[in-house]
């Protein structure tokens, strides 16, 4: 019965969605207040549906009821209770129902905040909102039912890749939602703008925050999943250019870029079409990761649903969505004049660099993750495309942009003095490559990559630094007074960076100066890796509610001191069946120690396959990032930022 | 006219999507549907004669299951009931312990009762190879020596039902 009104509670969300998408439309284009005033309500009514018809599968869920087709497929009675409601979004079903309730959470929350928006403006807003909608809903209900029955009954369902049974994972898809469907907010203030033929500052100050909380859940969703790669994976690595990982980078990359030049356009009142069509770009990489995990037109380990069917239907509705606002684009960019102009040196350019590479970074992206796909279609030949093609592709375009990182905040709007710019920040400069060498000299040779990502590591950090240290006059009086009422917005940016520049530090840590050691290791055997000592103790069975396992005891000793016991796992589940790993990690400040324990010998059952390794700095890559978000969420609580907050000139130094 | 870069970009992407849909990446040819068994000649738990070879399952008329297993696979435990019950209702089942010990092997049979029409030991895994079993349990679906379905992980009822009974309709005519 639940089941059922879930259902129904879907198909009444899909026809108010058609409602707030058609007719305060057209009242917003003849002026018919009584059409307009319905969006509103529209969007709070597809929200409350939604809601009801997440929960009944949710509910589905919580009771495994087996008679629910989805539930039978992903669910097991023998589950924690996490992974049975997680196994709710786990899927290809629950996770589009997922999203369409996402998105009208979203609707309703820019129906809400944006009460103040112009009234036309805000009718289109919610309008195109709704027609994504629309394109959710019927594709749930046309091709993806969660709530198909199933029958004859089955006594037990199938059980969730045990992969995705971990609490990382349980939370990295929400997260990870919340920021693809966040940009959907962003792209219909972009197409509404287009309808009205008006980007200004106000256009501007509106998209922001809405793009920040997007950029703010997009990056702790996709660190949410590659840290759950590093500890689950048991490789001892964190990113794998897999066309998964890669659809939710593009977005990511996009939206960041987005973030700057929105800046732009409210402070100087220019860039207008290029931050529109950034807009539309950032959302249609959602809808196109979204149709790269779902359609099967690629092979990945997250691929959990995959049809060629459901694969039309979505390229049909993003031809219609991307297609559209392109074209609506390309008929009414001209409408948006630029105001400001500035000088090939000034804050505005260095953004435009900003801009321009992370978006060439994003289509590098994208070439490469779809060119086993245009290879396949043209020739026929099988290939993949892997890291050492996107490290270096996308290192490349790194190095500029973290030099252009460091200089940016220092620079002057309109123009800016190169002399002074490169006077001030000439010591903070010189102390990286100092660095940079010194770190050379001391690994003896090496990698040379290592030093140079150490060097703009620290030149972002320091530079940013320096120039927040400028800002608040550190050194003077009252410091404290100064550092308390910088503006949030500007406190997010420096930390934003900041996060950023400690990234760079532990990616270069990780990547360059970790070691590993693959080998046989019998009970009592002891081995030597980063400056710690690691004892293979002994092997237990041990039993968990849907695995059992293998558990292995290694003693951890540094200097003769005894440190700590690590113990991984190797576990079978029962049902899907499958073997994982579950990796042991130490961590530190420096490093972490990573233990993962793989196949006993045949003949004697004292002798494991165990790996080790040893990840410098790893600490330090989600240090920074959780400094990233920490950043943009203190920019998000700016008050310039609250809609409907009198708007007051802000002096940009 | 530099407006259209975009929405030109977009065009061949998505007709480059939609060729790629027809396309199925992850369609490899390793799996040998609708080929004959690969030849091989196993000997019986314990390394005495009375295991069997392709050529006794090329000799049977009728649909026969070919079930890959072992004893120190947990799964095969959970899938060791419904075997019994195929058993039951008149499926022929050969049995190959793969990479087991003979004495563990004997020892899962004599408790669990033995669902297998013939049971052969395959020590060093070089037929599973040959058959690509990815890991136990696996089991396939012959008929004429032809090899018709192959399941990976343990089969239970719902899998039956769905997918085996279709097929063994399907070339059963």
Redesign the interface.
């Known amino acids: 019965m639940i089941v059922e009104a879930g259902h129904f509670a879907l198909i009444l969300a899909c026809f108010l969605a058609i409602i707030q998408g058609t007719l305060p439309l057209y009242g917003a284009m003849r002026n018919r207040g009584r059409l307009m005033a319905l969006s509103a309500p529209a969007a709070y009514g597809q929200f409350f549906f939604v809601s009801i018809s997440f929960g009944a599968l949710i509910y589905a869920f919580i009771v495994s009821d087996f008679s629910v087709a989805n539930v039978?497929r992903n669910s097991h009675t023998l589950k924690p209770m996490l992974y049975k409601i997680a196994a709710a979004w786990g899927n290809h079903e629950g996770s589009i129902l997922f999203w369409a309730f996402i998105l009208s959470f979203y609707g309703a929350a820019v129906a809400y905040f944006g009460r103040k928006l112009p009234r036309t403006f805000y009718v289109r807003v919610l309008g195109i909102q709704a027609l994504v909608g629309v394109g959710f809903y019927l594709f749930l209900l046309l091709t993806s039912n969660p709530f198909e029955r199933l029958f004859p009954l089955?006594?037990?369902g199938?059980g969730l890749n045990p992969l995705l049974q971990d609490p990382g994972l349980a939370f990295h898809p929400p997260l990870l939602y919340m920021g693809y469907v966040g940009l959907s907010v962003t792209f219909s203030f972009a197409v509404g703008a287009l309808i009205e033929g008006r980007v200004d500052a106000a256009w501007a100050r509106w998209v922001r925050p809405w793009t920040l909380l997007a950029w703010c859940f997009l990056t702790s969703g996709i660190t949410l999943g590659s840290w759950w790669a590093y500890y689950e994976l048991g490789w001892g690595g964190w990113w794998f250019w897999d066309p998964v990982e890669n659809a939710s980078f593009m977005p990511w990359l996009v939206a960041t870029g987005l973030l700057h030049s929105a800046i732009v356009v409210e402070k100087r009142d220019t860039l207008k079409?290029w931050t529109i069509?950034l807009a539309?770009?950032a959302f249609?990489f959602s809808l196109?990761g979204t149709?790269i995990v779902r359609?099967?037109?690629?092979?990945s380990v997250h691929a959990f649903a995959t049809d060629?069917e459901r694969?039309?239907f979505i390229?049909l509705f993003?031809?219609i969505v991307?297609?559209g606002s392109?074209?609506l684009?390309?008929?009414r960019?001209?409408k948006l004049q630029p105001g400001g102009l500035f000088a090939p040196i000034s804050r505005e350019s260095m953004l435009v660099v900003n801009n321009l590479l992370l978006s060439v970074a994003a289509l590098v992206v994208?070439f490469g993750t779809?060119y086993?796909?245009?290879r396949?279609?043209l020739t026929g030949d099988?290939i993949t495309v892997g890291p050492p093609f996107f490290n270096l592709a996308f290192g490349f375009l790194m190095i500029p942009l973290l030099l252009v990182m460091g200089l940016g905040p220092s620079t002057n709007w309109k123009r800016a003095d190169l002399i002074g710019l490169t006077s001030r920040l000439k010591f903070v400069f010189a102390a990286a490559v100092v660095a940079s060498l010194a770190h050379f000299y001391i690994a003896g040779g090496g990698d040379m990559m290592a030093a140079v990502w150490l060097g703009l590591g620290l030149w972002v950090f320091l530079s940013t630094f320096y120039e927040w240290a400028e800002r608040v006059k550190l050194f003077k009086s009252d410091a404290m007074k100064r550092i308390l009422r910088q503006p949030r917005a500007s406190v997010g940016m420096s930390l934003g960076h900041l996060g950023m520049g400690i990234v760079v530090i532990g990616m270069a840590g990780s990547a360059f100066w970790g070691t590993e050691d693959q080998s046989i290791m019998t009970y009592g055997d002891s081995q030597e890796i980063g400056g710690y000592e690691v004892r293979f103790n002994s092997t237990d069975g041990v039993s968990g509610p849907n695995y059992?396992a293998v558990r292995a005891s290694f003693d951890v000793r540094k200097n003769g001191r005894e440190i700590t016991t690590l113990e991984p796992e190797a576990r079978?589940y029962?049902?899907?069946?499958m073997?994982t790993t579950e990796a042991a990690i130490y961590s530190t400040f420096m490093g972490d120690l990573f233990v993962v324990i793989g196949e006993a010998n045949?003949k004697a059952y004292d002798q494991w396959a165990v790996r080790l390794y040893y990840k410098p700095l790893q600490i330090w890559l989600w240090g920074g990032v959780a400094i990233m978000v920490i950043g943009g969420l203190i920019s998000l609580s700016d008050r310039r930022f609250r809609l409907g907050a009198v708007t007051r000139r802000q002096k940009d130094e | 006219m530099n407006k259209f870069i975009p929405l030109a970009i977009f065009c061949a992407i998505a007709i480059a999507l939609y060729v790629g849909l027809s396309l199925n990446p992850s369609n490899i040819p390793s799996v040998l549907i609708n080929d004959p068994v690969p030849e091989f000649a196993l000997p019986a738990v314990g390394g005495e004669e009375g295991g069997f070879s392709s050529a006794d399952l090329a000799a049977e008329d009728g649909v026969v299951l070919v079930n890959f297993f072992a004893s120190w696979c947990m799964p095969c435990y959970v899938e060791h009931p419904f075997l019994m019950e195929l058993k039951k209702r008149g499926y022929k089942i050969y049995g190959v312990a793969y990479k087991d010990k003979s004495w563990d092997t004997n020892g899962f049979i004599k408790e669990r009762g033995n669902p297998y029409y013939k049971l052969a030991a395959d020590n060093k895994g070089r037929v599973a190879i040959d058959f690509g079993v990815y890991g136990v349990p696996e089991t396939y679906v012959i008929k004429n020596g032809i090899i018709r379905y192959k399941h990976a992980g343990p089969i239970q009822e719902m899998d039956f039902e769905d997918k085996v009974i279709p097929i063994i309709e399907s070339v059963d005519k």
Not at chain 1, 295 to 299: D, E, F, N, R
Not at chain 1, 574 to 577: D, E, K, R, S, T
């Open positions: 039978a089955p006594m037990e199938n079409a069509l539309i770009i249609s196109l149709f359609s099967g037109v690629l092979t060629p694969g039309v390229l993003l031809f991307i297609g392109l074209l684009f390309a008929l960019a001209d994208l779809l086993p796909l245009l396949d279609a099988k059992s079978t029962f049902a899907p069946p073997p045949n």
